[in-house]
């Protein structure tokens, strides 16, 4: 079965330090990727997606991440974060059953 | 990107009453859309997908006659959470896929006293 995981549960990081939140997959076959944000009390809004082409995609909001299939990972990243980047933030797969999987969420806090 | 919204966005109810939850599809229309539950500090867990027309598919070990979804448009599907007990307490949240990328409501806070 597919699964999605993102090691860190939490995440500080200073306001302007760069962040990784990392994920990883599992699959022998193609998938689609996502990144996306959710702030409390919200649904979730679409970061960022990779589905061919360039391995590394820009997302809103000054993130981006890069496919790498042989470690199958899709780490995002930003260069500098800032206090209103503090939300959770769930990467996801679309595998070739058509189905969506959802790591467990990475809690971002950007401290002042 | 596409939007999605749901109705109402809080909801407190008392024990044994039933609750009906909406989500729409704005701007595009959505053979297809996806309920989920999410329990605090937990991620995303699918009950079901609900499909325009016909019956929703419901994933294992989620109460069909509990979690009651009527699809009957192409930009509305309905959550009826059929008398409610505290432990339905819950944040749900209603998807809808536009090609192959999900888009999701705000999400529903019940309360369930």
């Known amino acids: 079965a597919q699964s999605v995981t993102q090691l860190d549960s939490q ?9 990784e939140l990392r994920c990883n997959y599992s699959s022998s076959v193609s998938v689609y990727l996502f990144w996306y944000v959710q702030y409390p009390n919200q649904g979730l809004q679409l970061l960022l997606k990779y589905l061919s082409g360039s391995t590394l995609v820009k997302g809103i909001n000054g993130f981006e991440a ?4 042989s470690q199958t990972s ?38 002042p | 990107g596409a939007v999605v919204s749901q109705h109402p966005s809080w909801v407190i109810c008392k024990s044994g009453t039933s609750v009906k939850i909406e989500c729409r599809s704005l701007d595009f229309q959505a ?7 999410q329990f605090p500090k937990q991620s995303l867990m699918l009950m079901a997908t609900s499909n325009e027309g016909s019956k929703a598919t419901y994933e294992q070990g989620v109460e069909k006659d509990k979690f009651l979804i009527n699809h009957a448009s192409l930009t509305l599907s309905t959550l009826t959470v059929t008398s409610a007990h505290p432990e339905d307490s819950s944040f749900y949240i209603c998807s809808s896929r536009q090609g192959e990328t999900q888009y999701f409501g705000p999400g529903t806070r019940l309360l369930v006293l």
Do not use: Q
Request: aromatic residues 20%.
């Open chain 1, 11 to 19: 995440v500080p990081v200073f306001e302007e330090a760069p962040v």
């Open chain 2, 31 to 37: 053979t297809t859309m996806f309920w989920y539950r």
């Open chain 1, 66 to 69: 890069e496919f790498n299939k």
């Open chain 1, 74 to 111: 899709f780490h995002l990243r930003k260069p500098s974060v800032h206090i209103s980047d503090t939300a959770e933030y769930f990467c996801a797969v679309l595998n070739n059953f058509n189905k969506f999987y959802f790591g467990s969420g990475t809690k971002l806090n950007v401290k």
